[in-house]
């Protein structure tokens, strides 16, 4: 073997050491990302699983409220008698049971690089969209509802207060007059339409969401 046959041997032999090293460390690499994603895909599924009971307990109780709100538009308008204390009752117990999701794996996985490293576009479009556009959404919806109940407590249940507390110098008279006002009115439609037109309903879209990504991560642990 001449000299250049050699040498261009031992090139070809060095190249592909080269090759095959960087080649095993790319394969240990991938590996071990895919081991961290699983890890992962697990951490957000447990979180999605305790978002899905808690959603529905707040699907429950903002339904609940919606009945008590339309309890209140029912006397209002004429259909329901008025009792006093039913009335008093039902303006305290009006609330507004808000829904912020879990979100701590799924940023850290993003974070830490490995969730945009995932292939499986499959899984990783809809874990996206439910934390980037429902859980968004309805977070921001959460704020709104949040506003229009403090300012439904500052501006109109605050007249009622009294009542609720049984303290001993109420004028009824004078608290009935305020529920039959338009101010209450509008005040209650307010809040009422809101929580039923568009809170319930962003709800609802976002359970959804999280059943079909439940569903999802269940069969990608069938399959790896």
Do not use: C
């Amino acid at each position: 073997m001449n000299i250049a046959t050699r040498g261009g041997v031992e090139f070809l032999a060095v190249f592909l050491g080269l090759f095959l090293s960087l080649w095993f460390d790319d394969y240990q690499e991938d590996k071990e990302v895919n081991k961290r994603l699983k890890e992962d895909y697990l951490k957000i599924h447990v979180e999605i699983k305790e978002d899905l009971l808690h959603i529905d307990t707040l699907i429950a109780s903002n339904t609940q409220m919606v009945t008590l709100e339309e309890y209140l538009l029912s006397v209002l308008d004429g259909h329901t008698s008025f009792d006093f204390d039913t009335v008093i009752s039902v303006v305290g117990s009006l609330s507004v049971p808000t829904f912020f999701g879990n979100q701590s794996a799924y940023t850290a996985s993003v974070a830490s690089g490995r969730f945009n490293m995932s292939k499986d576009n499959n899984l990783v479009q809809p874990i996206s969209k439910l934390y980037e556009h429902y859980y968004k959404r309805l977070i921001l919806n959460g704020d709104l509802i949040d506003q229009r109940g403090e300012a439904f407590d500052r501006e109109h249940a605050l007249h009622f207060f009294k009542p609720i507390y049984k303290s001993t110098t109420v004028d009824s008279q004078l608290v009935k007059q305020y529920f039959f006002g338009d101010r209450f009115h509008n005040g209650l439609l307010l809040y009422h339409d809101f929580r039923k037109k568009y809170y319930l309903e962003r709800l609802r879209n976002t359970r959804d969401k999280l059943v079909e990504v439940d569903s999802v991560l269940m069969k990608y642990y069938l399959n790896n």
